[in-house]
């Protein structure tokens, strides 16, 4: 079972390129988040969704969007990245989006904007 | 507006000796409560959780916790760490906003273990 897959691992773009960080899960699971891990700020969120077919907004989401037309991905894009948005991301999932669900972490996409 | 506080940012400590890692956390409601365990260079990953019930959890690989709401704490402990428990832990709530559940992480605590 593999979880949940993110690709790239890590990843050197160019400031003004557009840049899409793939999430894809086998749990079935219904929700799915994606964070931002920054060196003494912790993990913040960027986007959720409940379910395929919803997206929403977390505590960080401009200059990010994502999509969800399966259960199993969850796509982040930067349409046009920028230095801000050097950060290691991370996916996870939960089987629904409920107070008490455990969420589960993909590996991380280490992301370096020049 | 809810939020957790982690006070140390790291925590040195010899193998086999005790550790505990603080978390505070502020809210106006009831809570739930995580610890989660961040191996390097490896996504985060369940310790313990605190739903209801009795207030000392138990974890994985020997750790616990207790939730003690007067002084809004859920500090995380191990009698005898190893050097494999080197790693980012981090404390969160859950709180219910708008419709979806959402986790509030602290900003972590890096414990170091040496031989």
């Known amino acids: 079972i593999a979880g949940i897959t993110q690709a790239p691992t890590s990843q050197i773009l160019a400031a003004g390129r557009r840049m899409t960080l793939r999430c894809t899960q086998d749990?079935?699971?219904?929700?799915m988040y994606w964070y931002r891990q920054d060196l003494g700020l912790g993990l913040r969120l960027i986007h959720y969704?409940?379910?395929?077919?919803?997206?929403g907004k977390g505590e960080v989401p401009d200059g990010y969007s994502v999509s969800r037309a399966n259960t199993d991905d969850f796509p982040l894009t930067l349409a046009s990245a920028v230095p801000s948005q050097t950060s290691v991301y991370f996916c996870?999932?939960?089987?629904?989006?409920?107070?008490?669900?455990?969420?589960?972490f993909g590996p991380g996409t280490r992301l370096t904007v020049l | 507006a809810q939020s957790v506080t982690q006070l140390d940012s790291q925590v040195p400590v010899f193998e086999e000796a005790p550790v505990e890692l603080r978390c505070n956390y502020s809210?106006?409601?009831?809570?739930?409560l995580f610890w989660y365990v961040q191996y390097p260079n490896q996504g985060l990953q369940l310790l313990l959780k605190?739903?209801?019930?009795?207030?000392l959890v138990k974890g994985i690989n020997g750790f616990e916790a207790e939730f003690n709401k007067s002084q809004t704490s859920f500090h995380l402990r191990k009698p005898s760490v190893h050097i494999s428990d080197t790693a980012e832990y981090f404390c969160?709530?859950?709180?219910?906003?708008?419709?979806?559940?959402?986790?509030?992480f602290g900003t972590g605590t890096r414990l170091q273990v040496f031989p």
């Open positions: 996870a999932s939960s089987d629904s989006s409920g107070r008490t669900d455990t969420q589960y």
């Open positions: 749990m079935r699971h219904n929700a």
């Open positions: 969704s409940n379910t395929a077919g919803t997206t």
């Open positions: 809210s106006s409601v009831s809570v739930y």
């Open positions: 605190y739903l209801s019930g009795s207030t």
């Open positions: 969160a709530v859950s709180v219910l906003s708008y419709n979806t559940d959402k986790l509030i």
